[in-house]
């Protein structure tokens, strides 16, 4: 009687696994753009893993006209900490090394200040732009892009566009 109802309960579960695979085999096929959910959900997740992952950078920062090094700590977002690299070159590589540490493989994020615009006239004139890259270089072919803006801790605004790939 026991073994009976093992095999019973193991063709039911068999089955289900089946059914499960050809439907979403079936959905799969059926759409017209089968990575276009993937595309969308991998940026939405990238900057969200920007600006809610906080983690804590430790850096040795060398000082100004002296041999030694200072422990430089802080604790913030991702984002948070790419803004800090942005406005400090003596800390950009720790951030670098952190911040791809956390973020998925095949991801790459440009940090720049966001662009002031000078009006003058009738011209409008924008300021250069400085930033750095983290992450591998993306390839040729197809490339999906996020970009969003954030407000820094010393009242500046910072760009972050991350490009993620397959």
């Known amino acids: 009687m026991t073994s009976a109802v093992l095999d019973a309960a193991l063709c039911l579960l068999f089955v289900s696994a089946a059914v499960v695979t050809v439907v979403d085999a079936r959905n799969r096929a059926g759409s017209p753009e089968p990575d276009s959910f993937g595309a969308d959900h991998a940026g939405r997740v990238s900057i ?45 590589d720790a ?15 440009r940090v720049r200040s966001a662009t002031d615009r000078t009006f003058v006239g009738s ?34 605004r910072v760009r972050l566009t991350v490009r993620w790939w397959w």
């Open 95 to 109: 951030v670098r090394g952190v911040v791809t540490r956390l973020l998925p493989r095949r991801t790459a994020v």
């Open 48 to 92: 969200q893993t920007l600006t809610t992952v906080t983690t804590t950078l430790t850096a040795q920062v060398p000082t100004p006209n002296r041999p030694e090094t200072v422990e430089w700590r802080r604790r913030g977002t991702l984002a948070e900490l790419l803004a800090v690299g942005l406005a400090d070159d003596a800390v950009r």
């Open 123 to 156: 011209d409008t004139t924008e300021l250069p732009q400085s930033g750095f890259r983290v992450g591998p270089r993306p390839p040729a072919g197809a490339v999906g892009a996020a970009s969003t803006t954030l407000p820094t801790a010393t009242d500046g």
